[in-house]
């Protein structure tokens, strides 16, 4: 069971515009670090613990689940930690706050832009990832439950 590819390709992708934005001088990197240490724990997270849930989808809605237990336990430690997280998502926006102010002060349009696209990420998460990711675990369990 893994993250879907999409999905580890955007982490990617949001962390390598970050990395841009930490070299950048003065008070755009600066906040891009605050940023970073936020952030780094919070994907960690989610890769370990929200994410690999999606990897049992399948395009035909059809398909053995590997490791149904494990996909049960996955999406009960997503429910416990997921105040946490959604916490993590707010201290996330903050910092995205400061990073977007200096990004644009200083005419940084590329880190501006990424600022918008983490915030969209993380609002794309609370609407459909996580919960789908939750729909899963409680979904599999009830399955073998039933199954005895
Ligand atoms: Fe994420
Ligand atoms: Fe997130």
Redesign the pocket.
């Known amino acids: 069971m893994e993250v879907p590819s999409s999905?580890r390709k955007?982490?990617e992708e949001?962390l390598s515009m970050l990395e841009r934005a930490m070299a950048e001088p003065g008070e755009v990197g600066e906040a891009a670090k605050a940023v970073s240490e936020k952030l780094m724990p919070?994907?960690h997270k989610?890769e370990e613990l929200a994410?690999p849930q999606l990897g049992c989808l399948t395009l035909s809605g059809e398909g053995r689940v590997e490791n149904p237990e494990r996909v049960v336990e996955l999406s009960e430690r997503l429910k416990e930690e997921l105040p946490i997280m959604l916490e993590e998502h707010v201290q996330i926006a903050i910092a995205l706050e400061s990073l977007r102010a200096a990004a644009e002060s200083a005419g940084k349009g590329d880190h501006v832009r990424f600022a918008d696209m983490l915030l969209l990420?993380?609002q794309m998460?609370e609407e459909v990832l996580y919960p789908a990711s939750l729909l899963i675990g409680a979904y599999i369990r009830q399955r073998l439950t039933t199954r005895g």
């Open positions: 999905l955007e982490h949001l919070h994907f989610e994410l990420h993380a998460e």
